[in-house]
């Protein structure tokens, strides 16, 4: 491992991005009998966001816990905030959602 100095951590740090987190969550209609096809919406909706280049990451959530999932939006929390409630899931009660600002490194990826 490369030794981490401090002037290598100020540098990489002064090129840190703004970016949204959002924390998507089982809401109160989580049981509806359409929620499969509101959750198929939902994720047709994510494809575009992030073929727009709005979404980041987005990362489902597949354990037992109330979390569905996790994005990281490239806009601010009032822009994000508009888009996740235009959200099917989210206007069907399916999901509810929470934001964080957060900061990280552009050009950041998920290992292939």
């Known amino acids: 491992m490369d030794e981490i100095t401090d002037d290598y951590m100020r540098d990489q740090l002064a090129q840190t991005k703004h970016y949204t987190l959002m924390m998507l969550r089982d809401g109160p209609r989580r049981d509806a ?42 806009a601010g929390q ?21 934001l964080h600002p957060v900061r990280g490194f552009p050009g950041s990826t998920l290992p292939a």
């Open 78 to 98: 009032e822009e994000v905030a508009r888009i996740m409630d235009d959200d099917p899931g989210v206007r069907a009660g399916v999901f509810e959602y929470e």
């Open 33 to 74: 009998p359409d929620r499969d096809k509101i959750v198929w919406e939902h994720g047709r909706r994510n494809f575009a966001l992030r073929d727009d280049g709005v979404l980041a990451i987005v990362c489902p959530i597949s354990d037992d816990s109330p979390w569905c999932g996790i994005g990281i939006f490239v």
